[in-house]
């Protein structure tokens, strides 16, 4: 039996299972709003940290711990398996409406830098949200070129990358090491910057 909590007031959806806490599902904050989000404050890098020396940890400047996704055909993906170069993580649900400007933001960064970038979509919510929910949302809303993924129910990614909330995004450079954090932060200059230095 899996109980689910909805707290108002910006603090978002808890899953927890029989066998135990299984996942912090998702953090819709202010879900409905445009309001701005400043809970995990954005972070950039100042210089590319190299694969061999960057230490584990989700701050700029660190590899992010290895972790793994379910594609919409059942697979699993470790972020190792993902192509060298620079890559937008982003974690977000099928129902939160807020998110899907972000989602659109995402699609024009995609068409820009084309095949010159990694676009990875985590739906946080596999308690709830299906692959087909998911492929229904790309169809409408995303790019095919994306990477539609749910996060692992049994081992949920949500937890060591320390995603406190829907919106939030790393943005990778090509050695898998944090560049940028942030939350609703797609559309900023300082996100779109940090790419553009990335591809340079």
Same mark, same amino acid.
């Given at each position: 039996?899996?109980?689910?909590?909805?707290?108002?007031?910006?603090?978002?959806?808890?899953?927890?299972?029989?066998?135990?806490?299984?996942?912090?599902?998702?953090?819709?904050?202010?879900?409905?709003?445009?309001?701005?989000?400043?809970?995990?404050?954005?972070?950039?890098?100042?210089?590319?940290?190299?694969?061999?020396?960057?230490?584990?940890?989700?701050?700029?400047?660190?590899?992010?711990?290895?972790?793994?996704?379910?594609?919409?055909?059942?697979?699993?993906?470790?972020?190792?398996?993902?192509?060298?170069?620079? /890559? *937008?993580? %982003?974690?977000?649900?099928?129902?939160? @409406?807020?998110?899907? &400007?972000? +989602?659109?933001?995402?699609?024009?960064?995609?068409?820009?830098?084309?095949?010159?970038? /990694? *676009?990875? %979509?985590?739906?946080?919510?596999?308690? @709830?949200?299906?692959? &087909?929910? +998911?492929?229904?949302?790309?169809?409408?809303?995303?790019?095919?070129?994306?990477?539609? /993924?749910?996060?692992?129910?049994?081992?949920?990614?949500?937890?060591?990358?320390?995603?406190?909330?829907?919106?939030?995004?790393?943005?990778?450079?090509?050695?898998?090491?944090?560049?940028?954090?942030?939350?609703?932060?797609?559309?900023?200059?300082?996100?779109?910057?940090?790419?553009?230095?990335?591809?340079?």
């Amino acid at each position: 039996m899996r109980v689910k909590t909805l707290i108002w007031g910006g603090v978002g959806l808890v899953g927890v299972s029989a066998i135990g806490v299984s996942a912090i599902v998702g953090l819709c904050l202010f879900c409905a709003t445009e309001i701005p989000i400043a809970s995990l404050a954005d972070e950039t890098a100042s210089e590319n940290t190299s694969v061999s020396t960057a230490e584990i940890g989700t701050s700029v400047g660190q590899r992010l711990p290895e972790v793994r996704f379910n594609t919409l055909d059942g697979r699993t993906i470790q972020l190792n398996e993902l192509p060298n170069q620079p /890559t *937008i993580l %982003y974690f977000s649900a099928v129902w939160c @409406t807020s998110c899907r &400007a972000e +989602v659109k933001e995402l699609v024009h960064v995609k068409e820009q830098y084309k095949d010159s970038i /990694t *676009i990875v %979509y985590v739906d946080t919510t596999p308690q @709830t949200d299906t692959a &087909a929910d +998911v492929r229904d949302f790309a169809q409408e809303f995303g790019h095919p070129d994306f990477l539609w /993924t749910l996060d692992n129910e049994q081992d949920p990614a949500v937890i060591p990358l320390k995603v406190f909330g829907l919106g939030t995004a790393y943005l990778l450079d090509s050695a898998h090491v944090v560049a940028f954090r942030g939350m609703n932060s797609i559309s900023t200059d300082v996100f779109k910057g940090t790419l553009q230095s990335l591809l340079e």
